[in-house]
């Protein structure tokens, strides 16, 4: 949603640290939805079948197994690889001048 | 009082003893702060100088959004709709990572760079509108007294059925500890109980879930006891299939998955803590937490259906913890739930009092803010007393508030809050026209055509809510440049 709007005056410099807090933002959507369809296709994908028919896993019936253990942990162990890996450490305040030289360089892991 | 259980009430009076302790350790902050110039005190109070780290921001937010509602209502729905409900409560499962990693850095940035200590103060510095703010004050404070109190009815309710006091003591012992810690203490006292409850919460549900496992003799025969008493307890779609339809239980993810992060007092604590090492370790610990929560309450509920017969509701956990437990164990287990309704309550009547003192007093009235310290104290007493008062006998306006409390603060916030934040051509009439057509649909909806397709009432206020910001914001002039140079500038 970066669009030219708004940034007419030349002057306007955007805070280097929203390109990356965006991303992180778009993951977290991201994650989430993959979450939803998880949950959704093994849940009422293996689910709608009558009863009488279930396999089990572990004592639980496969489409909740799927949906709704194997899903949360599939997805907590997920949403620790996504900050561990994609989510930057950045400073939260004001920006210092270096701060800012550094981010603006491309930024490397900071404090 | 002659029939009260001791041994059940002891264990509760020590959890609530350390309960004050914190209260009073947090005291200290604010006392300090209340020498503070100008708004010093609010930053203190309200937001705690934005000094939680990633242990205690986990806690706090989960603690906050798993209300009474999910930790006593959700077992008994489970015990009554068995799987289909355990099913259904994983919508909830995003929201320990969603609403940090979705809200993320760019609120907590921003949050310093206008110096907000409330999401209205951030809708105040975006949208730039007096009446604005008025009315989302407006929304907070009314919605969450009718939330208060229902509440504190439920906290009450469960006192009385484990420990056996009556309803009157049960509230005046239970409301006025919730008070005062949250009085004294502010945001720092609200946070640290927080993060005791969520530790009492998690150690409590899993303790329960094991001990009902081991007494039904392992998950299979649980399983197909429960499919003995009504197949439709282990599918998907419960053994009422009208009520737990798919399109209707897809909608939790909009409603207690996603649309989470509209909650003021969800979006606060974005705002409040300490480094982005603190939000990377609140989603981790925050998703870990949920996981073990939102499975081992409403599988203990879902499976108690085999163990104890013809519950109701609110029971199934008291119940089947006292069956299963020595009371004195049973009276440190039930502080979970009680903790889930005091965690939720606590942050509620913070940012009612902050919706009346910063963002209405301060903002509007006396820009000066002097004697803030007092003038919080005072609100914050009055805010109490009318809660307390209401939960003897709840006057009809309140039921009604509450039944519309969390798709009202949803509708206000949600656009607003997310389009404010990462879209620049959001402005003030788009903001208007998405909260008056959320809240304003919502009800329409649930007085006329409750499941529109199917879905819960929340789905099709929230899409016509957006459809509405986005018209309205193309309908008029772009925002001020000036805001934007505030809020995306360095």
Not at chain 1, 65 to 81: E, N, P, R
Not at chain 2, 321 to 342: Q, R, S
Not at chain 2, 464 to 471: E, G, P
Request: charged content about 10%.
């Amino acid at each position: 949603m970066t669009e030219k709007i708004n940034t007419d005056d030349a002057n306007f410099v955007e805070d280097p640290r929203y390109k990356q807090c965006n991303r992180e933002a778009l993951l977290g959507l991201g994650l989430g939805i993959a979450n939803f369809i998880w949950w959704f296709a093994w849940g009422y994908g293996f689910g709608s079948q009558p009863v009488e028919g279930y396999t089990y896993i572990l004592g639980f019936p496969l489409w909740f197994f799927m949906s709704s253990i194997v899903g949360a942990i599939l997805f907590t162990v997920l949403a620790i690889i996504m900050v561990r890996k994609y989510f930057r450490d950045m400073p939260l305040g004001p920006l210092e001048e270096d701060d800012l030289k550094e981010l603006q360089e491309g930024g490397r892991e900071h404090g | 009082m002659a029939d009260a259980r001791m041994d059940v009430l002891i264990p509760l009076i020590l959890y609530f003893i350390v309960i004050y302790a914190l209260g009073f350790y947090s005291m200290r902050f604010v006392t300090r702060a209340s020498h503070r110039e100008g708004t010093g005190f609010l930053h203190e109070y309200l937001i705690g100088d934005r000094n939680m780290g990633g242990f205690v921001l986990a806690m706090t937010l989960v603690a906050t959004y798993l209300s009474a509602g999910s930790f006593i209502g959700g077992p008994g729905a489970a015990y009554a709709n068995g799987l289909s409900w355990v099913f259904l409560a994983m919508s909830q499962m995003p929201t320990g990572y969603f609403t940090l990693a979705v809200l993320g850095k760019k609120f907590a940035i921003v949050a310093r760079k206008i110096n907000a200590v409330t999401v209205t103060d951030f809708l105040k510095e975006r949208y730039d509108n007096t009446l604005l703010v008025v009315v989302v004050s407006l929304a907070v404070v009314f919605f969450f007294i009718a939330a208060m109190s229902a509440q504190f009815i439920g906290a009450a309710r469960l006192i009385q059925g484990s420990v056996g006091v009556p309803y009157e003591t049960a509230l005046a012992f239970f409301g006025i500890s919730v008070l005062i810690y949250t009085i004294i203490g502010g945001f720092r006292a609200v946070i640290l109980t927080d993060t005791l409850q969520g530790i009492v919460m998690t150690i409590g549900t899993t303790m329960v879930l094991v001990a009902v496992i081991v007494a039904g003799g392992g998950v299979p025969s649980i399983i197909q006891g429960m499919l003995e008493i009504d197949p439709g307890l282990i599918s998907p779609y419960g053994p009422n299939p009208e009520l737990t339809s798919m399109a209707w239980v897809a909608s939790f993810w909009i409603l207690v998955g996603f649309a989470i992060v509209g909650l003021p007092q969800v979006a606060t604590r974005a705002m409040g803590y300490k480094d982005s090492t603190s939000l990377k370790n609140g989603i981790i610990y925050g998703t870990v937490v949920s996981m073990i929560l939102l499975l081992g309450m409403h599988l203990l509920g879902a499976f108690g259906r085999t163990m104890v017969a013809d519950l109701t509701g609110d029971l199934v956990v008291p119940t089947v913890t006292t069956t299963l437990f020595p009371n004195w164990v049973a009276g440190i287990i039930l502080a979970g739930p009680l903790a889930a309704v005091m965690s939720t309550v606590d942050s509620q009547l913070l940012l009612a009092v902050g919706a009346i003192v910063n963002d209405i007093y301060a903002n509007l009235i006396n820009t000066k803010v002097k004697n803030t310290a007092k003038i919080t104290f005072i609100s914050s007493i009055v805010i109490g007393a009318i809660v307390f008062i209401a939960s003897f006998d709840p006057p009809e306006l309140m039921v009604w508030l509450n039944l519309y409390a969390n798709a009202g603060l949803i509708s206000t916030f949600l656009w607003p809050v997310i389009l404010g934040l990462y879209w620049k051509r959001a402005n003030t009439a788009g903001a208007f026209a998405s909260i008056v057509t959320g809240i304003g649909s919502y009800i329409a909806f649930d007085m006329y055509w409750a499941r529109p397709l199917g879905f819960h009432t929340i789905v099709l206020p929230l899409i016509l809510s957006l459809a509405a910001f986005v018209i309205a914001t193309y309908a008029t002039p772009k925002p001020d440049q000036r805001i934007i140079k505030k809020f995306w500038g360095i």
